[in-house]
């Protein structure tokens, strides 16, 4: 099975109630499960972190006032800035990249998905601590476009 196809499944069960799907070919077996907790603890969990969409609004508004380009990650997982925890980051606000360069990585599942970026130009800003988890969609960078 090609990770575009596990990626697929994964955003699917995403946006359904489904806990966990298993699938069995000649070549291969996937099985993708997440965890849901009883009513009474998600709910307090809910409450308890802040939502998403206030940080997505913080994040438009900015990029918005300086015409930053967002990168967002495509996945669910673990953002990590560099390739080892002995390397150095793949960028830093105020490093000039340029489109499909390497900006970090989002662990899923234990494969390493490189998250590149958008267009040629300098990170505004970095969004997320390393180590930290991050949802589909969810804006990482704030690239100022190059001139």
Same mark, same amino acid.
């Given at each position: 099975?090609?990770?575009?196809?596990?990626? @697929?499944?994964?955003? $699917?069960?995403?946006? *359904?109630?489904?806990? %966990?799907?298993?699938?069995?070919?000649?070549?291969? @077996? /996937?099985?993708?499960?997440? %965890? @849901?907790?009883?009513?009474?603890? =998600?709910? #307090?969990?809910?409450? *308890?972190?802040? #939502?998403?969409? %206030? @940080?997505?609004? !913080?994040?438009?508004?900015?990029?918005?006032?300086?015409?930053?380009?967002?990168?967002? =990650?495509?996945?669910? &997982?673990? $953002?990590?800035?560099?390739? =080892?925890? +002995?390397?150095?980051? $793949?960028?830093? /606000?105020? =490093?000039?990249?340029?489109? &499909?360069? /390497?900006?970090?990585?989002?662990? #899923?599942?234990?494969?390493?998905? %490189?998250?590149?970026?958008? !267009?040629? &130009? *300098?990170?505004?800003?970095?969004?997320? +601590?390393? &180590?930290?988890?991050?949802?589909?969609? +969810? #804006?990482? $960078?704030? /690239?100022?476009?190059?001139?």
């Amino acid at each position: 099975m090609e990770f575009d196809e596990i990626r @697929k499944l994964i955003e $699917f069960l995403q946006q *359904t109630d489904i806990t %966990e799907l298993r699938i069995e070919r000649e070549d291969s @077996k /996937v099985r993708i499960r997440r %965890e @849901k907790l009883p009513g009474p603890q =998600s709910e #307090a969990l809910q409450h *308890t972190r802040p #939502a998403a969409p %206030e @940080k997505t609004e !913080a994040v438009r508004e900015i990029s918005e006032d300086r015409k930053l380009i967002t990168i967002t =990650s495509p996945i669910v &997982g673990i $953002f990590h800035r560099a390739p =080892s925890p +002995e390397s150095p980051p $793949f960028v830093e /606000v105020g =490093s000039s990249v340029r489109k &499909g360069q /390497v900006l970090c990585i989002v662990e #899923a599942m234990k494969l390493m998905n %490189e998250i590149e970026s958008d !267009a040629n &130009g *300098t990170i505004a800003r970095i969004l997320i +601590e390393n &180590g930290h988890a991050v949802e589909y969609g +969810e #804006a990482l $960078f704030l /690239v100022e476009p190059a001139s």
